[in-house]
């Protein structure tokens, strides 16, 4: 998995989820992007299964269509993955000469991963430095991928002519799409998409747990009727006025009962770990984004069962032009886009 830097002023944020490949293309700079091309081509539910590419062939024929679809430019393209075998990790380390730093961490990362470091990709940032019994410490993320899922999906971008120059994981794609402010206590973000969700929890901008967990709109009571039947629109609409109508009898009050809850769960299990590693704390918010996020009975029902402000949200702040593209309401998809939007945003960082 490269992470390298590089300087662009276009980039391709592309996401592979279940049913459905998104991409995003931005230029300019990070902090003044302007949104040249949003775009969504449909494939099979069985050729990307919870994350991981489960048919090359199919998914590499959909982004050479995808690509003319969207009349994407760009050479810089940003894979995001998530998956079971994406793994991120908080480590503290003894503070070292910055030449002797990535052999270090590299000798003491397999103490943090239950896959052998030979059967993953590898990276690390350093987020910051503490002191402990022994001397100064560097507080370092790491992030490991299982080597033979990210062939796979590798594999069907290189079958369609495309070489990402980046591979990132998705939550951290996402953090890059909240203001400061909002990344300032400490924030759950929640990516609900089609295959899987996402769970982490970040401190001062600083990710402390991530986890990802099968519980995703697939699992939705339903979902075969709601999508892709149904729009997401009309969907989230008919589960809104159920709840708002308080119709216990409803089958979208009762779906969004039962799938929001254990959805709830979920998240309260993260909270709660962080704490216990802590030994105190609290959540300040939690964030929704994914395709999920657009049921808007949704960060009412979670605020009201978790007790902690939850709110959708919101990939454009970053964005200057916002156009609409290719029969995409980006204002309206925004939540759904928000991976790719920060994924694209990578690529203008530097």
Known sequence: MYMGLFKTNSAVGLELDTGVIRAV????????????AVETITIPKEAVVEGVVANPEVVAEALKELWLKARLSSEAIILGISNQGVLMRMASLPKVAEKNLARVIYFQAG?????????????????????GESGALLEVLLVAARRDLLDKSLGAL????LKPLVVDANPLALMR???QEKLAGTVVLANIANGLTVLMLATGGVPNIARVIPHSLQSYPGEADLFPAETADSAARKVAVAVEAGVEQDDGRMALEYWGRALANEIRTTIGYYMAQRGDGTVD?????GRGAR???????LTEELGVAVEVINPLTTITDKINFGGVD??????????????????LEY
């Open 111 to 131: 103490d943090y991963f239950p896959i052998p470091l030979d059967q993953m990709v590898f990276d690390f940032s350093v987020v910051g430095e503490s002191t």
């Open 285 to 289: 918010l939690v964030v929704l984004s």
């Open 25 to 36: 293309e931005l230029k300019g700079r990070f902090r003044s992007a302007a949104l040249t």
């Open 158 to 161: 290189d079958r369609a002519g």
């Open 295 to 301: 049921i808007p009975a949704l960060p009412q029902f």
């Open 177 to 179: 799409t909240l203001p």
């Open 330 to 347: 980006i204002q309206q998809a925004a939540p759904e886009f928000a991976v790719t939007i920060g994924l694209a945003l990578r690529g």
